[in-house]
């Protein structure tokens, strides 16, 4: 997009470039997508959480943006962005609609775990090279054809935790798996075109283990996909993640996002990978800071220029705010930037920090601004009500929901690896 309709303002960016010392690649995708989000997510985010309609029309204009491939590699024609880019950038999108950058973050995450992620582990070199093949298969349908992939492992019981194999199984048969099972909050579901399923390799009478996981792209038209449910929650309202259902789904060969075996290597020696729900909600803290800024300015679009900055509480509120906004900044910055395959067990635990203070911060920080602005400020004719319902939603994602990372960090700073009380 080279200029923004009517006489739309840039807003100023949630990590300047010159201050974070970003690189130029982030730079670019940032304003890029600050622009975007300004003038083409943030008019449409009331229709669909009202509706709580997926928001398809944003899929295909991010795709002429190029952010559907953001992470895809750049020999398969990609932007080629790494973790850290990724997070800058999804978190300027989530300013301006939450429901888009979360859902956004599905997509993504099937080529960054595929792509980026994929090639810091290990795997043979024959395998490699099939992974690569395979892969390039997928972005090419991304690149060229704006298809979507979506992230569906969640399935009501303890697995979406990772603390038991996945219930949904995949048994090899000629040529490809056969798979059956149940996916709940699958986002994006009768809309994304290939949902990227985390299931259990079954051979015979074998006992499901976690280190058989595999991550399978299945077509959302192939035999035996349906959609059920309705979807009427109380935030994130446009992500519609309905009900998935897989009966003796086949898929050949070639729907492998990550080799057998390498999703369970990722997730013990890549764990940032579970921070990707994050930059939606350091987006959300941002924006309910943002309005409240401009609403006690008297500057708020669509409302009378009443000025309310002159109140002692309200200054005080804000700078509560900024200081707020600023703490979860700064650790969720470094938190992103640490990621790497074999993290020390201190940037571990720092990412658990992370995720907690952003997830339940970004909420705090929305319910403040309502406090602080006052009765008009929640009318669902503004967006900081939207923002308040979206960002209670956060802390709730698995496998790092806020009672986890409390729990994993409690537990983790008292006792040493193996370490046990007689
Ligand atoms: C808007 C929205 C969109 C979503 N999109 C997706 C998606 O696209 N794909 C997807 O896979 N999932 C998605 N989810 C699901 C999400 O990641 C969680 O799986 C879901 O919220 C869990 O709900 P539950 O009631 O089954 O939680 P439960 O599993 O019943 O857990 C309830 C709480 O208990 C705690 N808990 C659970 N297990 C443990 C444990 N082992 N140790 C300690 N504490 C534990 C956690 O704090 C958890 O919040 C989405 C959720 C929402 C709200």
Not at 85 to 99: D, H, I, S, V
Not at 364 to 387: D, F, N, V, Y
Request: net charge neutral; charged share 25%.
């Amino acid at each position: 997009m080279d200029s923004l309709p009517g006489d739309l303002v840039q807003d100023e960016p949630i990590f300047a470039p010159e201050a974070f010392n970003l690189t130029p690649q982030q730079a670019e995708l940032t304003a890029r997508a600050r622009r975007f989000g300004k003038a083409v997510l943030a008019p449409r985010a009331a229709a669909y959480d009202r509706e709580a309609r997926f928001p398809i029309e944003n899929f295909r204009d991010m795709h002429g943006e190029g952010l559907l491939r953001i992470c895809v590699p750049e020999e398969d024609g990609g932007e080629g962005a790494d973790f850290t880019t990724y997070c800058l950038t999804a978190a300027e999108l989530g300013r301006y609609c939450g429901a888009t950058a979360l859902s956004w973050n599905m997509h993504v995450c099937s080529t960054l775990w595929s792509g980026l992620l994929s090639e810091d582990l290990e795997m043979p070199e024959e395998e490699r090279a099939a992974h690569r093949a395979r892969r390039a298969k997928h972005y090419a349908r991304i690149v060229q054809d704006g298809k979507i992939y979506s992230q569906p492992f969640s399935e009501g019981g303890a697995a979406a935790a990772g603390a038991i194999a996945f219930g949904t199984e995949a048994r090899p048969v000629e040529g490809g798996y056969l798979i059956n099972g149940k996916k709940i909050f699958a986002s994006l579901s009768g809309s994304a075109d290939y949902y990227g399923i985390l299931c259990t390799e079954r051979v015979g009478e074998e006992a499901a283990s976690r280190r058989n996981t595999l991550y399978l792209a299945v077509p959302a038209d192939a035999p035996g996909v349906s959609v059920v449910g309705d979807w009427d929650p109380l935030g994130m309202r446009g992500t519609v993640s309905r009900t998935l259902l897989l009966k003796d789904v086949f898929v050949p060969e070639d729907a492998m996002l990550m080799p057998r075996g390498v999703y369970f290597q990722a997730a013990g020696r890549w764990p940032h990978m579970f921070m990707t729900l994050t930059p939606t909600y350091m987006g959300l803290a941002q924006a309910a800071y943002d309005f409240t800024v401009s609403y006690l300015r008297g500057e708020l679009p669509g409302m009378p220029p009443v000025k309310r900055r002159m109140f002692p509480t309200k200054q005080i509120a804000v700078a509560e705010m900024r200081i707020m906004l600023e703490q979860t900044k700064a650790l969720w910055f470094q938190a992103i930037r640490e990621a790497r395959p074999d993290p020390t067990r201190e940037q571990v635990q720092r990412a658990y920090a992370a995720q907690f203070t952003v997830m339940e911060n970004a909420n705090a920080l929305a319910a403040k601004a309502i406090r602080t602005c006052g009765g008009q400020a929640m009318l669902k004719s503004l967006p900081l009500e939207r923002i308040y319902r979206d960002s209670r939603c956060g802390s709730l994602m698995l496998p790092w929901t806020a009672e986890i990372c409390l729990d994993r960090l409690g537990r983790d700073t008292l006792y040493k690896p193996g370490e046990k009380d007689d």
